[in-house]
């Protein structure tokens, strides 16, 4: 049944404050879950990062000089920007960040809604624009609970499951058309993909941005 614009707000409203309340008790520092990817640009003076579904404290595991975040909780905080990414673009310019981060936060984002007669791809529409917002050579790093690990379905505000076979979609070439039709317009290349050592049932990804 097809929803209407406010209807898919409140829903999306309601599972991603339940998610960042969650994110906010964690008794571990999601900054210390990260090996750096990209040594030639972690720890850069001019570098910037921002976190997806931040919270209160954007991670910053790349020891940016410039920290930023996207919640859709208001924090009143300057740094942190306010909007629903599964229906919003993200909220800064284009090739603006040399990293973007994702913590436990793709599993929230719908893979498919319907905004009255309109059919939307949400999750592809966000990797368009963390794509966009990356400059060129720029990392996303993301880690979320994947397939098969338990995890990644238990929760029930977990609508996206992840499984290794997903990154393929935004970064192979022999996935490129199949992608291109799915509305995918940015392009990714792999550095890395793992199982996380201590939070086992996390599946991390590694892309690095290509800008032609």
């Known amino acids: 049944m097809q929803r209407d614009l406010a209807t898919v707000r409140r ?27 990209s040594p030639e640009l972690a720890g850069r003076p ?7 579904g931040c919270g209160r404290n954007p991670a910053n595991p790349f020891d940016a000089e410039s920290v930023s975040g996207v919640d859709i909780v208001d924090f009143g905080e300057p740094r942190i920007r306010v909007a629903d ?27 498919l809604i319907y905004l009255g007669d309109q059919r939307r791809s949400p999750f592809i529409e966000l990797l368009n624009e963390i794509h966009r917002v990356l400059k060129p050579g720029g990392v996303l790093h993301a880690q979320t609970p994947a397939y098969p690990r338990a995890e990644a379905f238990g929760d029930p505000t977990h609508v996206n499951t992840i499984s290794k076979q997903t ?12 992608s291109s039709a799915y509305g995918f317009t940015g392009e990714f290349e792999l550095i890395d993909q793992y199982w996380h050592h201590r939070l086992w049932y996390h599946l991390v990804w590694q892309l690095r941005a290509v800008h032609k």
């Open 46 to 52: 001019g570098t910037s990062t921002l976190d997806l």
């Open 167 to 178: 990154v393929a979609y935004f970064s192979e070439a022999s996935h490129h058309q199949l």
């Open 11 to 37: 829903g999306v409203s309601r599972r991603a404050k339940e998610s960042a309340f969650r994110a906010r008790n964690l008794v571990f520092d999601r900054s210390r879950r990260v090996s750096h990817p």
């Open 85 to 111: 990414l599964a229906v919003d673009p993200i909220p800064f310019d284009d090739q603006s960040m040399d990293f973007v981060t994702a913590f436990d936060f793709f599993e929230h984002i719908p893979r």
